[in-house]
């Protein structure tokens, strides 16, 4: 089933990949420290207004790199409710 | 409630998601790629054992950048369910 044509393709998708898993653990350094800046402050974890307008943001950029707008919805909420998540548990060790 | 110092989280938060939308796209022009090839070659969308090896990469990778591996397991099957949906529609086309 694995030809060298296929393993090509992987080899890009693995190197894209942990490119996303180190983005990923950067975005959640930094959410760490707003979370523990928002608890600190007494801010709500979730801020809808913000979300709406990355939401916003976001589709507009997929949509200039010819990602599907509906999906990087999706991806942005996916990765918003793991924030929130540590936002309320910073939040409640305080 | 946004000062100063949310503003640079933020900033840099927004900047991150923009690598990430880009890197998206591209990873999703390659999936492209590899649903039409195997919709040609009569391949199945899903293949389990792959999806296996990844998971077991990303969520080393993950701990060695301080990431949550089990987000990383979740947010890997989020995006190849996306994935497994566009090849069965590219098989569907063909």
Redesign the interface.
């Known amino acids: ?1 694995t030809d060298d ?2 393993s090509t ?2 080899s ?3 190197n ?16 760490q ?2 979370g523990e ?1 928002k608890a600190a402050a007494g ?1 709500p974890a979730a ?1 809808e207004d ?1 979300e709406q307008r ?1 939401v916003e ?2 589709r507009r ?2 949509t200039e ?4 707008p509906a ?2 919805e999706k ?2 909420r ?1 990765i918003v409710a ?1 924030v929130i998540r540590h936002h309320q548990r910073i939040a409640g060790d305080t």
């Open positions: 089933m044509r296929l393709y992987r890009s998708i693995d894209i990949d942990a490119a996303l898993v180190h983005m990923l653990a950067e975005r959640f350094k930094i959410t420290a707003v800046y801010l801020d913000r990355q943001r976001l950029l997929a790199a010819g990602l599907d999906f990087t991806f942005l996916f793991e």
